[in-house]
Nanobody, 115 residues
């Protein structure tokens, strides 16, 4: 079983930056993509970044140009660099890895952006 552990969340002022990390307990075979999602209180979980097995990245318009997803395969770790943070970015951020047969989630890390 693969475990994903997020870290790097915290409290930051609007306009600031944070870098989230997602460490997998081991290499994940046949992973289609690694993704970051977020969920604010009272709202549905929202996708915010993805990186495919080939390295292709994509983002929704709400974070494009501010968030950057990257990975270090040697460390089984995916990162989410978040710049120019806004109060509406406040949420619990989750890491996800999905393969043909499995869908793995981390426990989440809280990001709070103060105005």
């Amino acid at each position: 079983q693969v475990q994903l552990v997020e870290s790097g969340g915290g409290l930051v002022q609007a306009g600031g930056s944070l870098r989230l990390s997602c460490a997998a307990s081991r290499s994940i075979p046949n992973v289609n993509a690694m993704r970051w999602f977020r969920q604010a209180p009272g709202r549905q979980r929202e996708w915010v970044a993805g990186i495919s097995s080939s390295g292709y990245t994509n983002y929704p318009d709400s974070v494009k140009g501010r968030f950057t997803i990257s990975r270090d395969n040697a460390k089984n770790t995916v990162y989410l660099q978040m710049n120019s943070l806004k109060p509406e970015d406040t949420a619990v951020y989750y890491c996800n890895a999905f393969t043909v047969t499995n869908d793995y989630w981390g426990q989440g890390t809280q990001v709070t952006v103060s105005s």
